[in-house]
């Protein structure tokens, strides 16, 4: 995000309660009701704090209780949230933020400058860094300074031109000082009333919220294991939405007459993650050939239904600075064989795939795809669907072989989510030192065209080195009951609307 796109920013709305755009369901909204949404279960040891979390369920209630600083629009445009005005000096060392006077906590407190403080504070404290801190690696303790009581002053080691998205993060939350985890409040549209892991979390409509108040009394959040259960309860009246869609359910849903499909075009990736610190990923000419293995079309169509747009093995294709002009990579199997026998493989190659339905909708259907596409290089695939909640437990990052999910992200904070050393889900093992060095230059670099350049370079190294096979930008499928409106496509590329289950409402 260009720096002067941050400064255009400053002053801007947050979420207000202006009229929705366009929807796909419109229809006049009643005011009350209970909305039950169907997600992609997780697990027993789920968490609500505000600034941790990986699981489907947990993100989705993050958009529920909590805001950020700042956000993004369903264009994936940055806007205000927490945040009145945002401004940073010449050169992004220095961000002033000011607080909107009108956001307040769900025990009634005013969101103030000791609250931000303390938040962040809570991000990157050294000895429990949750998961945000690796994009504020430049704000130490010591630069957080309260300018009066709604103002806070960041104060960066190093200039920052992308500052404004990382304080957009969707975990880098406001919290209340003091605040206790098991006790969850924030700013969000619903408050939270009760909580059972792994089953079912409740919330009640938030009438003090700041932005667009929800229509509906209470949220229900329901936890399904199998993406069949997930259809059925949508079309036996169950729930009224639900995530992730299999692609194969989507004519069944669309010919119900009770039910529509929300297709979202985003810059949501699903990549196979191979991890350079193993063999044989550790070759980088084995990479590169797995990379030659994939018919990307063929695995959209299969596992997507079309639903996808062609990838190119790198992420952030909304970035100013994304490479349009590399080659676009295509299915070459001599040349993966050629490349593997170099590696020392001819034939005899065997590695197993992790996978999940708890990454979402058509990753198992895409490993299972892949591991046939393989066979025409000689390598033997074996697909590992491991259970719900297991995926994303004690061994998540330490899979040789697997897949993943990711949102919208543009580069740079993308890097320091998944790619840089120290980000906190770093799956590949990502290390080259040549790579860092432009990343950490193109960050502190306030001149868009500079810096849009060196963001190009860095993509260029991970396209032909990385641990990243990214075949696919994918569609967001979910579902709805014809009974709601204000259900709006979003490009960030959570389910249902990026979660903003507060401007669902009954017709």
Known sequence: MALGSAVAACGG?????SPSPTSTSGGTPTQGGTLRVGVVGGSTKETLDGQVGTTEPEIACYFQLYDALMGFDQDYQLVNLIAEEVTPNADASKWTVRVRQDAVFHDGRSVSADDVIFSYKRIIDPKAPKAGAATLSDLPASGIRKVDARTVEFNLSSPNAVFSEAIADYLNTILPVGYDPSKPIGTGPFKLTDFRPGEQITFARNPDYFGQVPAVDDLIIIEFADAAARVNALLGDTVDAISQVPSAQVGVIDGSGTAKVLDAQTGAWQPITMRIDQKPFDDVRVRQAF???????????QAYAGFGAVANDMYAPFDPGYPKDLPQRAQDLEQAKSLLKQAGYDGNLVVTLTTSDDIGSGAVAAAQVF???AKGAGVNVKVDKVGSGVFYGDNYLKWTFAQDFWYTRNYLLQTGRGSQPTAPWNETHWKNDQWLALVKEATRTADDTKRNDLVAQAMQIEYEQGGYLIWSFNDQIDAYSTKLGGVI???????????HLNRFYFV
Do not use: T, V
Not at 13 to 17: K, Y
Not at 291 to 301: N, S, V
Not at 489 to 499: I, Q, V
């Open 371 to 373: 591991a046939e596409q």
């Open 13 to 17: 709305s947050g979420e207000d309660s």
């Open 291 to 301: 990379r030659l293995m994939a018919d990307r079309e063929a695995m959209i169509a």
């Open 489 to 499: 496509p979003d490009k960030f590329g959570a389910p249902l609307s990026s979660w």
